[in-house]
C-alpha cells in the first residue's frame, strides 16, 4: 500500500532563519506531488506542484522554493522565513492505481510557526 | 468572486441526524469534485470522488453533483460524534485541485 510521510510534525522557527520541510511516498512510482498551505480556518492554497524530478510549476511567487531530488521525495525551502509564512504544510500526492489523477492524497502535515 | 463557494458553518447537529454540506462553483471547467474530511491538526482524507451529475453513495455518505446548477452537496445519514471534523469540497478541470475553505461540522451525542 501507499504511504506518504512528511516531517517534522512541528516547527518554531524565528524570523529570518530557514526552512526545510521533506515529504516522502512510499509504495508507489512517479506520482504527481504537491505543497499547499492551509492558513488558521482557511481552505487550501496550492504552493507548488510537480510532475517528475526537477518538474516543477510555482502558483505563487514568495519566498518559497521547491525541490524534487528524487521521484518519491519532494521538499519544500526557504531561504528567510517571513511571519506571514506561519501555517499548516500540506503534502499531497497523485497516481495512485487505480484512480484518477484528480484524486489527491494527503500527508499528515507540518504546523509551522513563525516568531 | 471565488471560484468555489462553500457554506462557512459552523454546523452543530445532535447525533443521528441527516447533515447536508454544499459548494457551489462558478467556473464550468470543472469536471471531478471531491469532498474530504479534515480532522483537527491532521492532513485531510479523501472521503468522495466523483465526476459527472447525480449522486454516489458510499456507506452513510453520498455525494451529489448537479452540473446545470454548478451545485454540489455532501450529505451524511445517521450522524456520528466521530463525524465531527471540517468538511472540504474540491474540483478539478485537470489535475489542480480547487478548494473550498470548509465546513465545520460538530455532531453532538
Known amino acids: 500500500s501507499q504511504t506518504i510521510h512528511q516531517w517534522p510534525a512541528t516547527l518554531v522557527q524565528p524570523v529570518g532563519s530557514p526552512l526545510s520541510l521533506e515529504c516522502t511516498v512510499e509504495g508507489t512510482s512517479n506520482p504527481n506531488l504537491y505543497w499547499y498551505r492551509q492558513a488558521a480556518g482557511r481552505g487550501l492554497q496550492l504552493l507548488f506542484y510537480s510532475i517528475g524530478i526537477d518538474q516543477i510549476s510555482s502558483e505563487v511567487p514568495q519566498n518559497l522554493s521547491a525541490s524534487r531530488p528524487q521521484d518519491r521525495q519532494f521538499i519544500l525551502s526557504s531561504k528567510k522565513l517571513l511571519l506571514s509564512d506561519s501555517g499548516f504544510y500540506l503534502c499531497?500526492?497523485?497516481?495512485?492505481?487505480?484512480?484518477?489523477?484528480?484524486?489527491?492524497?494527503f500527508g499528515p502535515g507540518t504546523r509551522l510557526t513563525v516568531l | 468572486q471565488k471560484e468555489v463557494e462553500q457554506d462557512p458553518g459552523p454546523l452543530s447537529v445532535p447525533e443521528g441526524a441527516i447533515v447536508s454540506l454544499n459548494c457551489t462553483y462558478s467556473n464550468s471547467a470543472f469536471q471531478y469534485f471531491m469532498w474530504y474530511r479534515q480532522y483537527s491538526r491532521k492532513g485531510p482524507e479523501l472521503l468522495m470522488y466523483?465526476?459527472?451529475?447525480g449522486n454516489k453513495e458510499d456507506g452513510r455518505f453520498t455525494a451529489q453533483v448537479d452540473k446545470s446548477s454548478k451545485y454540489i452537496s455532501l450529505f451524511i445519514r445517521d450522524s456520528q460524534p466521530s463525524d465531527s471534523a471540517t468538511y472540504l469540497c474540491?474540483?478539478?478541470?485537470?489535475?489542480?485541485?480547487?478548494f473550498g475553505e470548509g465546513t465545520q461540522l460538530t455532531v453532538n451525542p
Open positions: 499531497a500526492w497523485s497516481g495512485r492505481a487505480g484512480s484518477s489523477y484528480n484524486e489527491q492524497f
Open positions: 474540491a474540483m478539478s478541470s485537470g489535475s489542480r485541485l480547487t
Open positions: 466523483t465526476y459527472s451529475s
